[in-house]
T-cell receptor, first 113, second 114 residues
Framework: DSGVTQTPKHLITATGQRVTLRCSPRSGDLSVYWYQQSLDQGLQFLIQYYNGEERAKGNILERFSAQQFPDLHSELNLSSLELGDSALYFC????????????FGPGTRLTVT | AQTVTQSQPEMSVQEAETVTLSCTYDTSESDYYLFWYKQPPSRQMILVIR??????QNATENRFSVNFQKAAKSFSLKISDSQLGDAAMYFC???????????FGKGTLLTVNP
């Protein structure tokens, strides 16, 4: 158990819908990273937050957004969902925004039908 | 931009034997870190080992060790005394630059034969 929690574990929804994925980092960790794992794109970095502020953006679509709250949990919002958004979404946390080890949550498997 | 290449899509090893997984990377950064992550069928991403680029000594964690060749930009993972529980997808990852996001290779699927 990495100490990072993600909910829900599985999510099935229809095209055009909006979903929210939630992540709670390890106790004491200030930085949260979101990654997407799909068959065709592999593991890709989406976005990073550090102590409530956006630190970096990767290949994140405009339909996707995220935030980190004062209690340091983070949410990833996916809207106008398309079939191609079906993937495993991971949250990872680390103590700082630097290369302390990133510890991954169990992931949320999103299926868009 | 950083790139990470894992040239072996699949590898197999006999139980108790040793196997080496290859990884090369490309970067212009001088300060960076390299990692190996394991993803078993449960899909959980598990950190196996980490190497700081400024350290010449190769990292080791029990049966797992790396061969870090900075000039060649090579970072291989050696698994000794392979166990059935080592069967998984292994990802090499790079972290550096301004935000230390992880850039992953495409992975190597390791099968351990009894």
């Amino acid at each position: 158990d990495s100490g990072v929690t993600q909910t829900p574990k599985h999510l099935i929804t229809a095209t055009g819908q909006r979903v929210t994925l939630r992540c709670s980092p390890r106790s004491g960790d200030l930085s949260v990273y979101w990654y997407q794992q799909s068959l065709d794109q592999g593991l890709q970095f989406l976005i990073q937050y550090y102590n409530g502020e956006e630190r970096a953006k990767g290949n994140i679509l405009e339909r996707f957004s995220a935030q980190q709250f004062p209690d340091l949990h983070s949410e990833l919002n996916l809207s106008s969902l398309e079939l191609g958004d079906s993937a495993l979404y991971f949250c990872a946390s680390s103590y700082s925004g630097r290369a302390n080890e990133q510890y991954f949550g169990p992931g949320t498997r999103l299926t868009v039908t | 931009a950083q790139t990470v290449t894992q040239s072996q899509p699949e590898m197999s090893v006999q139980e108790a034997e040793t196997v080496t997984l290859s990884c090369t990377y490309d970067t212009s950064e001088s300060d960076y870190y390299l990692f190996w992550y394991k993803q078993p069928p449960s899909r959980q991403m598990i950190l196996v080992i980490r190497q700081e680029a400024y350290k010449q000594q190769n990292a080791t964690e029990n049966r797992f060790s790396v061969n870090f060749q900075k000039a060649a930009k090579s970072f291989s993972l050696k698994i000794s005394d392979s166990q059935l529980g080592d069967a998984a997808m292994y990802f090499c990852a790079f972290a550096g630059g301004s935000n230390y996001k992880l850039t992953f290779g495409k992975g190597t699927l390791l099968t351990v034969n009894p």
